[in-house]
């Protein structure tokens, strides 16, 4: 540290990691820009992105900056460090706020000048950041306000209390999602979720776009993560839900895909319950029918109808693949000229973001936004797309 006798910096993060669990939610811009001063830094600016991943907004004010047109938003966009000149002739020092793979926002470190010890106190500050805010939003209305711009419905608001984080990943795998409409969800939703070998996927849509569409939801997601947690195979993980939607809600049902990649092997497989097949993505095209499979009835209708023997399909993935699930609502959404965006706008648009280098998570978002301007923002169903990608097999390290 400047002007600090040797261990006084191990001292200091020591010292601030400390007070960080035990800070209230509203006190962390506070708090990090006291201890900020001590490390030779100057102002740190502490933005979330908001719902829908337009803007970025100060955790301790209503200053916003777009997501889009930016240095704030290129650095959350890319999830790379951007250093802008000010007028008063300090730096700012734009950092993405991320927990892994998950985009939670930026910050903003104001500096008199920039050198590899300062960049790291920076670096550190940031990576600080996004764990004391993963670890508080769970219980924080604040910071769900300062990620929303409207007003949200009861049937929304309980579906959003389900979801995952938007991105979760590791080293050779990644799974991202978005939902549309952000305030006004009926039965969309998605899930994720890693193991040591493996990583799980579903996403479902309901039938009908009300309460009773998100409560069919709830009891979906959570038969789901109640088989999935005791180890059931696919199966026998959608026989549960089957079983359970029959049971509380026999007039309900949901479409829908459970999916598991085996992170070793590439070996993917998955159970298709009345749902639009998955996507594969390989070199930047879209292979044909690679994971098509033949219809089964959605999830909730065997039990009414004697029971359904549900079928486990399995592909073999290339490093750099990318599995694309997505609900109807998606292709189903309306250019302006009154045509559907349809499945070949919806893939183009995934190839053109993929081909030029983007994150999956920055696809995505891209996407989603596209239709929504095509919609003026007015979705006539949700739109859900998830999105896998298998990065590499494992590879052992080597023995020295």
Same mark, same amino acid.
């Given at each position: 540290?400047?002007?600090?006798?040797?261990?006084?910096?191990?001292?200091?993060?020591?010292?601030?990691?400390?007070?960080?669990?035990?800070?209230?939610?509203?006190?962390?811009?506070?708090?990090?820009? #006291?201890?900020?001063?001590?490390?030779?830094?100057?102002?740190?600016?502490?933005?979330?992105?908001?719902?829908?991943?337009?803007? *970025?907004?100060?955790?301790?004010?209503?200053?916003? *900056?777009?997501?889009?047109?930016?240095?704030?938003?290129?650095?959350? @966009?890319?999830?790379?460090?951007?250093?802008?000149?000010?007028? &008063?002739?300090?730096?700012?020092?734009?950092? %993405?706020?991320?927990? +892994?793979?998950? @985009?939670?926002?930026?910050?903003?470190?104001?500096?008199?000048?920039?050198?590899?010890?300062?960049?790291?106190? =920076?670096?550190?500050?940031?990576?600080?950041?996004?764990?004391?805010?993963?670890?508080?939003?769970?219980?924080? /209305?604040?910071?769900?306000?300062?990620?929303?711009?409207?007003?949200?419905?009861?049937?929304?608001?309980?579906?959003?209390?389900?979801? %995952?984080?938007?991105?979760?990943?590791?080293?050779?795998?990644?799974?991202?999602?978005?939902?549309?409409?952000?305030?006004?969800?009926?039965?969309?939703?998605?899930?994720?979720?890693?193991?040591?070998?493996?990583?799980?996927?579903?996403?479902? /849509?309901?039938?009908?776009?009300?309460?009773?569409?998100?409560?069919?939801?709830?009891?979906?997601?959570?038969?789901?993560?109640?088989?999935?947690?005791?180890?059931?195979?696919?199966?026998?993980?959608?026989?549960?839900?089957?079983?359970?939607?029959?049971?509380?809600?026999?007039?309900?049902? =949901?479409?829908?895909?459970?999916?598991?990649?085996?992170?070793?092997?590439?070996?993917?497989?998955?159970?298709?319950?009345?749902?639009?097949?998955?996507?594969?993505? #390989?070199?930047?095209?879209?292979?044909?029918?690679?994971?098509? &499979?033949?219809?089964?009835?959605?999830?909730?209708?065997?039990? @009414?109808?004697?029971?359904?023997?549900?079928?486990?399909?399995?592909?073999?993935?290339?490093?750099?693949?990318?599995?694309?699930?997505?609900?109807?609502?998606?292709?189903?959404?309306?250019?302006?000229?009154?045509?559907?965006? +349809?499945?070949?706008?919806?893939?183009?648009?995934?190839?053109?973001?993929?081909?030029?280098?983007?994150?999956? &998570?920055?696809?995505?978002?891209?996407?989603?936004?596209?239709? *929504?301007?095509?919609?003026? /923002?007015?979705?006539?169903?949700?739109?859900?797309?998830?999105?896998?990608?298998?990065?590499?097999?494992?590879?052992?390290? %080597?023995?020295?």
């Amino acid at each position: 540290m400047d002007g600090s006798p040797a261990g006084d910096g191990e001292h200091l993060w020591h010292a601030l990691l400390g007070e960080v669990h035990t800070t209230a939610p509203t006190n962390l811009p506070h708090l990090i820009n #006291r201890f900020a001063a001590r490390l030779g830094l100057r102002q740190v600016d502490v933005y979330l992105v908001d719902l829908q991943q337009r803007q *970025l907004t100060l955790l301790s004010g209503r200053s916003r *900056l777009p997501v889009d047109g930016s240095l704030a938003g290129w650095a959350f @966009r890319a999830m790379a460090l951007r250093v802008e000149n000010t007028d &008063s002739g300090e730096l700012v020092v734009w950092l %993405p706020l991320a927990d +892994g793979v998950e @985009r939670l926002g930026v910050v903003g470190i104001h500096v008199r000048s920039l050198d590899s010890a300062r960049l790291q106190r =920076c670096r550190t500050i940031a990576s600080v950041l996004a764990m004391a805010i993963t670890s508080k939003r769970a219980f924080s /209305d604040r910071f769900v306000q300062q990620a929303r711009t409207d007003t949200m419905t009861l049937p929304a608001e309980m579906v959003r209390a389900l979801l %995952p984080p938007r991105s979760i990943g590791e080293d050779r795998a990644v799974s991202t999602a978005v939902l549309e409409p952000a305030y006004e969800l009926g039965g969309d939703a998605f899930d994720h979720a890693l193991t040591e070998s493996a990583l799980h996927a579903v996403i479902l /849509d309901a039938m009908g776009h009300n309460l009773a569409s998100g409560l069919t939801t709830a009891i979906a997601m959570a038969g789901c993560r109640s088989a999935r947690r005791k180890g059931s195979a696919l199966r026998e993980l959608v026989s549960t839900v089957d079983d359970a939607l029959s049971e509380w809600l026999p007039e309900q049902f =949901c479409t829908g895909i459970v999916m598991q990649l085996d992170l070793p092997s590439g070996i993917l497989s998955w159970v298709n319950c009345g749902h639009p097949p998955p996507l594969l993505i #390989r070199d930047h095209q879209v292979l044909e029918d690679a994971l098509g &499979s033949p219809g089964e009835p959605p999830m909730g209708m065997p039990g @009414r109808l004697g029971g359904v023997a549900r079928v486990v399909h399995e592909c073999a993935l290339e490093p750099g693949d990318r599995v694309i699930l997505y609900t109807d609502g998606v292709t189903e959404a309306r250019l302006p000229s009154g045509s559907h965006f +349809g499945l070949a706008g919806f893939t183009s648009s995934i190839i053109r973001a993929t081909a030029a280098g983007e994150l999956a &998570s920055e696809a995505l978002r891209q996407l989603i936004h596209s239709i *929504l301007e095509h919609q003026n /923002d007015r979705l006539n169903d949700d739109a859900t797309i998830l999105m896998i990608e298998w990065l590499r097999p494992y590879a052992p390290a %080597p023995v020295r």
